[in-house]
């Protein structure tokens, strides 16, 4: 992980974290990653417990957040949501295909989403549209009753997040949610922290809700992801629930 020099500093080098986030050099690192559960989340894909942890977080949250949104049923499964950065649908597998009738997928590197394309999930007709581009590029076309995106939002800068949030916004049913679940930075300065290794930010809650706010987008709840074992040096994870300010 490189180091920023903080926003407000006397050194006039300053730049942004998000500025140096370089598409092609992602899409690079994805392409040597294991197009499979496990080589989606790295090292810990060796811990069968991560994913189990965190998809049973993810379910409590959803309930959680449905409850809040009047006329939204929590006992019916939506009808259209989206996985979007679904990898090989590790999410769409374990969770997504739980609370809705069909799951669309938006997924930039081709080897990830041929695995979709293959899967028993596209065969069943669990996965719909599986759009293979980067949500940076991805304009909804559908209204979606849950957009759901994980662990991929470090590959835009501030400005296409911003951009991407408010074409989810618009493309949200009335009782529609977007869930955001990222990784928070943990930098002694609170601030955005970029990594090289895959050319990524992870950002602080404070810059989330500043993106959000700055999307038209209200957070209608927010947890930090629990039950992680301790003995794990592991980035705090928090999930965001989001509905249109409108």
Same mark, same amino acid.
């Given at each position: 992980?490189?180091? +920023? %020099? !903080? /926003?407000?500093?006397?050194?006039? %080098? ?6 140096h *986030?370089?598409?092609? /050099?992602? *899409? ?22 991560? +994913?189990? *942890?965190?998809?049973r ?10 409850? =809040? *949104? !009047? ?27 739980e ?40 304009? !909804?076309?559908?209204?979606?009753d ?5 662990f991929?939002?470090?590959? =835009? %800068?501030?400005?296409?997040?911003v ?5 989810c916004r618009?493309?949200? %049913?009335e ?39 700055? /999307? ?24 965001y629930?989001l509905?249109?300010?409108?």
């Open positions: 992980m490189s180091s +920023t %020099t !903080p /926003a407000g500093s006397s050194d006039e %080098t300053y730049v942004p974290p998000d500025a *986030i370089n598409h092609d /050099a992602s *899409i690079k690192y994805w392409n040597e990653v294991s197009a499979s559960s496990s080589g989606m989340l790295g090292m810990l894909g060796e811990y069968p417990w991560y +994913t189990r *942890i965190d998809l977080g993810s379910k409590t949250f959803l309930t959680k957040a449905r409850r =809040l *949104i !009047p006329a939204c049923s929590t006992q019916e499964k939506f009808k259209l949501g989206v996985d979007c950065g679904a990898g090989v649908g590790r999410i769409t597998e374990g969770f997504l295909r609370v809705c009738e069909v799951v669309d997928a938006v997924e930039p590197v081709e080897k990830f989403t041929k695995v979709l394309h293959e899967g028993h999930l596209k065969d069943k007709g669990i996965i719909g549209d599986i759009y293979t581009m980067g949500i940076e590029s991805w304009n !909804p076309e559908k209204k979606y849950l957009i759901w995106t994980q991929c939002v470090g590959h =835009l %800068t501030d400005v296409q997040l951009e991407y949030f408010a074409r618009d493309a949200l %049913t009782t529609g949610v977007m869930v955001v679940k990222e990784n928070m930075s943990t930098d002694l300065r609170g601030e955005d922290m970029y990594d090289d290794e895959d050319s990524s930010v992870t950002r602080t809650d404070e810059k989330f809700r500043k993106l959000f706010k700055d /999307a038209g987008m209200n957070v209608i709840l927010s947890e930090i992801q629990t039950g992680f074992p301790k003995s794990f040096k592991l980035l705090p994870v928090r999930s629930a509905r249109p300010n409108s």
